[in-house]
């Protein structure tokens, strides 16, 4: 196998003939490059696997070669080199597409790890490019179906991000698959080998959710008696999945943050701190960004767990996912009952895409396998539909809003309609990231806030009037 190849971006000549040292000892081939305005010559020459260059240079920056190499090729990894590393530089630069930051001065072995990592990850994507870009993607047994264009956009992303070891932060509606992705991420990251372990914050209360997080000694507290090891130890060099985050209580909230920041925690009633190497995948169907502007959540533990964020879309934004996804779910309950394949009738599937799905995904299964255990016959249709597809009403017969007489309340619906739709837009554009949409569209975070919450109580209308 020929040896990664690694091109070196750095305007001080010390530095970059010590770089190239280190690597080239390990058995990388590397072409070094002070003058950054060449980046793109010498790369379509020397076609690198791995990008390493400086973040603050002469001529063209760190950033300014980023967004050359992601356009050129997105699935080549582009480590950064700063010594001027912070959360947010580190923040933008995983959202623009980095693979990775090393802080100067750096050894010898962190940067052979981050540059390992990044060749590991390019063998990776060579091997899996075709399969990257079928319509299912097998994760541990279940599939994640769909090609609509936000489905393969959100997975494409996915891959790239899972072999890093950056916090992902997933949010979306119920049912709309959080969890499977979050085993993609996993499943396709350096740590597939090493458990995953889910925990869902909000079965249990506040006492018990921390004893299952941290785990116990023995006498840690009444009816503890014998030492338990917790799930964030249980996941030790893997994925732990925090569901529902948005609902973990306050104090809770103050000691994961140090778990994130320090990589050490402690068991309840034990005095030692215990080295921890987890990544963190968070999921939520709240809006956190409203939640820390409420003081419900901890803004600086948003920070931490949102260092890459994903919105999953809802059903019903999944266009042409639906027919796809049902036949594969009929498909699925009728071998396991050993029964026939329906299929759908026009009239019924006139009804089923009409549907705004509001549980989703896991809405649809559950449809799936009513259907096959009716075993009504070979063909389904309007009457074998559960009666909430049957009943609900058509876009056209939906209630209209009363239109206001007087002008002034005409023009301010028209306005408040339009924010709205506006603001639901701009959210979805910016993968559910209120602080970047915000900025986007040009007004204050409070102001976005106010009209996401015109628009929230826009669908709870049509809820009810459904």
Same mark, same amino acid.
């Given at each position: 196998m020929d040896a990664p190849r690694v091109l070196i971006v750095d305007d001080e000549p010390a530095m970059l003939e010590n770089v190239e040292r280190i690597l080239v000892s390990e058995g990388y081939a590397c072409e070094g490059l %002070?003058?950054?305005?060449?980046?793109? #010559?010498? !790369?379509?020459?020397?076609?690198?696997?791995?990008?390493?260059?400086?973040?603050?240079?002469? /001529?063209?920056?760190?950033?300014?070669?980023?967004? %050359?190499?992601?356009?050129?090729?997105?699935?080549?990894?582009?480590?950064?080199?700063?010594?001027?590393?912070?959360?947010?530089?580190?923040? !933008?630069?995983?959202?623009?597409?980095? =693979?990775?930051? *090393?802080?100067?001065? =750096?050894t010898g072995d962190q940067l052979l790890v981050a540059v390992d990592r990044a060749a590991r990850y390019r063998g990776l994507t060579k091997e899996n490019r075709s399969l990257r870009t079928q319509v299912v993607r097998s994760v541990e047994g279940a599939e994640i179906l769909g090609s609509s264009p936000l489905m393969t956009h959100l997975l494409d992303q996915a891959a790239r991000v899972a072999p890093t070891d950056a916090n992902v932060l997933l949010t979306g509606e119920s049912g709309t698959g959080k969890e499977l992705v979050a085993r993609y991420l996993h499943a396709h990251?350096?740590?597939?080998?090493?458990? =995953?372990?889910?925990?869902?914050? *909000? !079965?249990?209360?506040?006492?018990?959710?921390?004893? #299952?997080?941290?785990?116990?000694?023995k006498g840690a507290f009444t009816g503890a008696v014998k030492q338990r090891q917790g799930l964030l130890a249980q996941a030790e060099g893997g994925t732990v999945f925090?569901?529902?985050? /948005?609902?973990?209580?306050?104090?809770?909230?103050?000691? &994961?943050?140090?778990?994130?920041?320090?990589?050490?925690?402690?068991?309840? /009633?034990?005095?030692? &701190?215990?080295?921890?190497?987890?990544?963190? *995948?968070?999921?939520?169907?709240?809006?956190?960004? !409203? %939640?820390?502007?409420?003081?419900? =959540?901890?803004?600086?533990?948003?920070?931490?767990?949102?260092?890459? /964020?994903?919105? &999953?879309?809802?059903?019903?934004?999944?266009?042409?996912?639906?027919?796809?996804m049902l036949n594969a779910f009929l498909t699925e309950f009728a071998t396991l009952a050993r029964r026939r394949i329906p299929r759908i009738a026009p009239e019924a599937w006139a009804l089923l895409e009409r549907y705004p799905w509001p549980g989703n995904v896991r809405e649809l299964r559950n449809v799936a396998q009513r259907l096959v255990a009716l075993d009504t016959g070979d063909v389904i249709g309007t009457a074998e539909l559960p009666p909430s597809l049957r009943l609900a009403p058509a876009p056209s017969e939906a209630p209209a809003d009363p239109w206001p007489i007087r002008y002034e309340d005409a023009r301010e619906a028209a306005q408040k309609a339009f924010r709205s739709r506006y603001a639901s837009r701009m959210l979805e554009t910016h993968h559910g990231n209120v602080s970047q949409a915000a900025i986007a569209a040009g007004v204050s975070r409070r102001t976005f806030h106010r009209w996401l919450a015109e628009s929230q109580g826009a669908a709870a209308n049509d809820e009810e009037g459904a």
């Amino acid at each position: 196998m020929d040896a990664p190849r690694v091109l070196i971006v750095d305007d001080e000549p010390a530095m970059l003939e010590n770089v190239e040292r280190i690597l080239v000892s390990e058995g990388y081939a590397c072409e070094g490059l %002070a003058e950054s305005r060449r980046f793109r #010559e010498v !790369a379509a020459s020397f076609d690198p696997d791995v990008i390493l260059t400086d973040l603050r240079m002469s /001529g063209a920056d760190g950033m300014t070669i980023l967004a %050359a190499a992601v356009a050129d090729d997105p699935t080549r990894p582009v480590i950064m080199m700063t010594a001027y590393a912070s959360v947010t530089t580190a923040v !933008a630069a995983v959202r623009e597409g980095a =693979f990775d930051f *090393v802080t100067k001065p =750096f050894t010898g072995d962190q940067l052979l790890v981050a540059v390992d990592r990044a060749a590991r990850y390019r063998g990776l994507t060579k091997e899996n490019r075709s399969l990257r870009t079928q319509v299912v993607r097998s994760v541990e047994g279940a599939e994640i179906l769909g090609s609509s264009p936000l489905m393969t956009h959100l997975l494409d992303q996915a891959a790239r991000v899972a072999p890093t070891d950056a916090n992902v932060l997933l949010t979306g509606e119920s049912g709309t698959g959080k969890e499977l992705v979050a085993r993609y991420l996993h499943a396709h990251s350096l740590r597939r080998d090493r458990p =995953f372990v889910p925990v869902d914050c *909000v !079965a249990m209360p506040e006492g018990l959710l921390e004893a #299952e997080l941290f785990g116990h000694t023995k006498g840690a507290f009444t009816g503890a008696v014998k030492q338990r090891q917790g799930l964030l130890a249980q996941a030790e060099g893997g994925t732990v999945f925090l569901d529902e985050i /948005g609902e973990m209580p306050l104090t809770l909230q103050v000691k &994961l943050l140090r778990v994130l920041e320090q990589r050490q925690m402690r068991q309840l /009633g034990d005095s030692r &701190l215990l080295d921890l190497d987890v990544r963190v *995948v968070a999921a939520t169907n709240r809006e956190l960004e !409203a %939640a820390v502007a409420e003081g419900q =959540f901890r803004e600086d533990l948003y920070y931490r767990l949102n260092v890459v /964020g994903f919105r &999953l879309p809802p059903l019903r934004e999944r266009s042409g996912d639906l027919a796809v996804m049902l036949n594969a779910f009929l498909t699925e309950f009728a071998t396991l009952a050993r029964r026939r394949i329906p299929r759908i009738a026009p009239e019924a599937w006139a009804l089923l895409e009409r549907y705004p799905w509001p549980g989703n995904v896991r809405e649809l299964r559950n449809v799936a396998q009513r259907l096959v255990a009716l075993d009504t016959g070979d063909v389904i249709g309007t009457a074998e539909l559960p009666p909430s597809l049957r009943l609900a009403p058509a876009p056209s017969e939906a209630p209209a809003d009363p239109w206001p007489i007087r002008y002034e309340d005409a023009r301010e619906a028209a306005q408040k309609a339009f924010r709205s739709r506006y603001a639901s837009r701009m959210l979805e554009t910016h993968h559910g990231n209120v602080s970047q949409a915000a900025i986007a569209a040009g007004v204050s975070r409070r102001t976005f806030h106010r009209w996401l919450a015109e628009s929230q109580g826009a669908a709870a209308n049509d809820e009810e009037g459904a």
